[in-house]
């Protein structure tokens, strides 16, 4: 063996799971604390993607309804305002939520088109490619 060794700095992703639970505030019932989902993804940015995955499973329609969201150690609950319309029955399923591009797990076609309720206008906007390249490399 030679002198051949080389050391390099590399990263690596860490995946690690979080829990996504909501509290229902309703006027006449106490708090209700619903775990929703657990999901794998590497830690960081928690928050949105909480929110996000809430909107997109059309338990919320606008930020609005949230009150606020509290983070534990690979935990997330976020706090809804306006939660009258939430149907506790719609949740009582269990599914599996990966990092990935959401397709696998689902048991239909059907079942890929998420519940979006974004007007057709907002679908088709563009980001300026000099905003792309300014973002910081990796």
Not at 23 to 35: G, R
């Amino acid at each position: 063996m030679g002198d051949d060794f080389v050391e390099h700095m590399d990263n690596i992703a860490v995946e690690e799971p979080l829990q996504i639970s909501i509290s229902i505030l309703k006027t006449e019932f106490p708090i209700t604390n619903k775990n929703i989902s657990i999901t794998m993804r590497t830690p960081g940015h928690d928050q949105d993607l909480a929110i996000g995955f809430l909107f997109t499973e059309g338990i919320i329609q606008a930020s609005d309804q949230i009150k606020g969201i509290t983070h534990g150690e690979n935990s997330i609950n976020v706090q809804l305002n306006n939660s009258e319309n939430i149907d506790l029955g719609k949740l009582e399923r269990h599914f599996y939520t990966s990092s990935s591009c959401g397709v696998c797990g689902k048991a239909s076609i059907e079942a890929i088109k998420t519940i979006c309720r974004l007007p057709p206008s907002l679908a088709d906007f563009q980001v300026d490619k000099n905003l792309i390249k300014s973002f910081p490399a990796f």
